[in-house]
């Protein structure tokens, strides 16, 4: 299809204009979907060039923040507040103009395929009002930590959050009709916070397999640093208070509960596991101990043979030694019969034995 007969996709960038920013412009450069608009939000606190991209492939504009008392304007040679992550979000939510979008940030990638994948899942749910797809996570050295590809379970979401910020495609139109945004006193987990509003408007369809790249080490939340004020535990305990004031006690024990069911299960499932494992290793040791009773009889074996080997080879030495003897033997008598042979033939010819014939003949 041309690009004007699909709908329009979003993505929004929160960029620091990093190098990185590049290599995420690339990934959307490759997407086999026709229609896409970038938008970039300077989120840097400094005038943000317009990043390099193949505008015959999409649109690319960079949104600045709107400073106090000034219009919204797309370049801005005063002073810009840097945006928080939730700011830079909400100011990316109100620049898209496209019926779906989805955030990217600027140091992780899609697959080529990742945003035509998630349209086609939307499109076949009308229903849905976001569908997503796995997402690997890669350390620094693009070395394998995990991937993120569980089915969708609302009551997962609202215990912990397993879709990162690139793996969700949304309705543009559904987020503002139903007031979902980001939360600005958030400074971390604000995507979790914001997919939980979006998962009380409607259903997510879920599409198995990798879509998407996040490069874990290369952003600077400090997520998994216990030390740091952003360290995950505080924001997860204050965004579950906010939750409960928002929707009632009542959903958060419902989720809970579904969370202890489903570790039951999960601990059930690895202690049979475990025994399937201890049944394996009895078998393996069953299997040893065959196979050393086994090594044990073809050694003995492999003695015997070489013991037989060795008889052999003596035997065969000794009637080699034999009928070298008897070879010897049979030539010494032939010499010796030679010998008498010619001793005979001189004989009969000497005189005395020819005078002795012709005496016989008279």
Known sequence: SDAEQV????????SMNRPSLAQAIASLAEQTYPHIEVVVVNASGATHPVPAYPPQRMALRVVNPVAAGEPTREHCAVELPRLGRSAAANRGLEASVGSYALFLDDDDLLAPTHLQTLVDALQSQGRAVAAYSGVRVEGPGGQWIRDYDSPWEPRRLQGINHLPIHAVLFQLQTVRAGGACFDPALPVLEDWDFWCQLSHLGTFVHVPGIGATYRQGLGDSHLGDPTHDNHWAKWHQRILEQHAQRWGVGEQSAALAWHAIALDRAELAQLATANDLRDT???????????????GLLHACRTELQQSQQ?????????????????????QLRAEHDLAQRSLQMLLQSRPVRWARALRGL
């Open 7 to 14: 709908p329009l996709v979003s993505v929004i960038i929160r």
């Open 311 to 331: 008889q052999s080879q003596d035997m065969l030495h000794a009637c080699r030694t034999e009928l070298q003897q008897a070879q010897a033997q049979v030539l």
């Open 281 to 295: 290793q009895d078998q393996l040791g069953d299997c040893r101990q065959a196979l050393e009773h086994t090594q």
